[in-house]
């Protein structure tokens, strides 16, 4: 079984927005979350299971997420539903 994929160039998945005020009290972090991957490369279920520390990062992470397109895991050649692990890194120096 090959695992869902998040990573793949030409699924163009845009970063989170980076809330303003997390930007304003300079507050940064990792998010993982824990995405549930349908057979249609479109996340069923996504929980954080480590947080930032600040519930704007996580909520935004999360936001991005749900919107995410994925290559789904297969088994054989057949897509199947699986679970995927996604770290989203907010960094003060990566906001333009």
């Known amino acids: ?9 030409y699924l163009a998945n845009p970063p989170p927005a980076y809330p303003f005020s ?8 990792l998010v993982v ?20 520390g600040v519930d704007a990062l996580d909520r935004a992470a999360v936001e991005a997420v749900r ?3 994925f290559v789904p895991a297969r088994q054989g050649e057949t897509p199947v ?13 990566d906001v333009r």
């Open 67 to 69: 919107g995410w397109t």
């Open 33 to 52: 979350l824990k995405v549930k991957v349908s057979e249609a490369g479109k996340p069923i279920e996504v929980d954080v299971t480590t947080s930032a």
């Open 1 to 9: 079984m090959t695992p869902p994929s998040f990573g793949a160039a």
């Open 22 to 29: 997390a930007r304003r009290l300079g507050q940064s972090g």
């Open 81 to 93: 539903t699986a679970w995927v692990e996604v770290p989203i890194r907010f960094r003060l120096a």
